[in-house]
């Protein structure tokens, strides 16, 4: 294992599930809207409710677009280098967003609601959660990397 930056991409199927459910949600709002049109001119209350419901279909737009940019491009969702990691907001991780390797106490799974998730301890008594399968790449291969990453940075050796 090199000191190269390793980057794990995120789960494809979560962006489109994204896409999905904002096409379902944007779908919904043009329904509105057509109603809504109908009664526009008769009442000002009617009238706010319509430009409501354009601007939360612009909103929609911008989500859709997003989520249509992380289907083509997979976000990176984990970062491992030779000082430390970062974990991306679109993992669904929890806890401390980034660390050096100096500062991890122990590394650890957990099994809550039905989820397996890595925990990295940290000395300061923080901790970040990582969903298994928010990561693309294969659980045991990055969880390998970030053993290698942690154990090189402690400076211990695997016996053979």
């Not at 049109?37 to 319509?50: E, G, L, P, Q, S």
């Not at 030779?82 to 390797?101: F, K, L, N, Q």
């Not at 809550?112 to 990582?130: C, H, K």
Request: hydrophobic content about 45%; charged content about 25%; proline content about 2%.
């Amino acid at each position: 294992m090199s000191d190269a930056v390793s980057r794990h991409r995120g789960v494809r199927a979560v962006a489109v599930f994204a896409f999905g459910g904002l096409t379902l949600v944007t779908g919904v709002d043009v329904l509105a809207l057509v109603v809504v049109d109908r009664w526009r001119d008769d009442n000002a209350i009617v009238a706010a409710a319509f430009w409501l419901l354009v601007a939360l279909g612009v909103v929609l737009l911008v989500g859709m677009t997003r989520s249509i940019v992380q289907i083509v491009r997979q976000p990176t969702v984990l970062r491992l280098d030779a000082s430390g990691y970062r974990v991306s907001r679109h993992s669904g991780a929890t806890g401390a967003r980034r660390a050096v390797w100096t500062d991890v106490e122990r590394v650890r799974q957990d099994q809550r609601d039905g989820r397996v998730y890595v925990v990295i301890q940290l000395r300061n008594g923080a901790s970040t959660q990582i969903p298994t399968r928010a990561i693309a790449t294969p659980r045991e291969e990055w969880i390998a990397d970030l053993d290698d990453r942690l154990n090189r940075a402690h400076g211990q050796r695997r016996l053979t």
